[in-house]
C-alpha cells in the first residue's frame, strides 16, 4: 500500500488549503484514516482522524476551520483546511491503516509541505 499526498502549498494568513491523499496498491482495504503534522522542533501530532463509516475527530486547535473527509471507493481522504494560521505551518502527513492478506498495518504519505505567512 503506498499513500501519495498532495496539495501543500504556502499561503497567506486566513487562506485555504486542499490536501488530498490516495492510497494504491492491491490486495487491502482500509480502515480509519488521518492527517498528522509536523512542525520543525516539534513531534508529529494527530489533526484529524475519519473512520471507515465517515465519523470524524478533531484536535481542538483546528476544529471548525479544518474539515477532514474521505471517498472510499477513491482509497483517498481530504482536509480542507480553512481560516489557516501561521502556527499550522507544517509538513502534513497521511496516515491510514490498511488490512491486507496478512495483517493490519498503519501505512504514511510522504508529506506535504504548508507555509501559513504574511
Known amino acids: 500500500v503506498q499513500l501519495q499526498a498532495s496539495g501543500g502549498g504556502s499561503v497567506q494568513p486566513g487562506g485555504s488549503l486542499r490536501l488530498s491523499c490516495a492510497a494504491s496498491?492491491?490486495?487491502?482495504?482500509?480502515?480509519?484514516m488521518g492527517w498528522y503534522r509536523q512542525a520543525p522542533g516539534k513531534q508529529r501530532e494527530l489533526v484529524a482522524g475519519?473512520?471507515?463509516?465517515?465519523?470524524?475527530n478533531y484536535e481542538d486547535f483546528v476544529k471548525g476551520r479544518f474539515t477532514i473527509s474521505r471517498d472510499n471507493p477513491k482509497n483517498a481522504v481530504y482536509l480542507q483546511m480553512n481560516a489557516l494560521k501561521p502556527e499550522d505551518s507544517a509538513v502534513y502527513y497521511c496516515?491510514?491503516?490498511?488490512?491486507?492478506?496478512?495483517?493490519?498495518?498503519?501505512?504514511w504519505g510522504q508529506g506535504t509541505l504548508v507555509t501559513v505567512s504574511s
Open positions: 475519519i473512520a471507515k463509516d465517515g465519523s470524524t
Open positions: 496498491g492491491t490486495g487491502f482495504s482500509l480502515d480509519a
Open positions: 496516515n491510514a491503516r490498511a488490512r491486507t492478506g496478512v495483517g493490519v498495518y498503519d501505512y
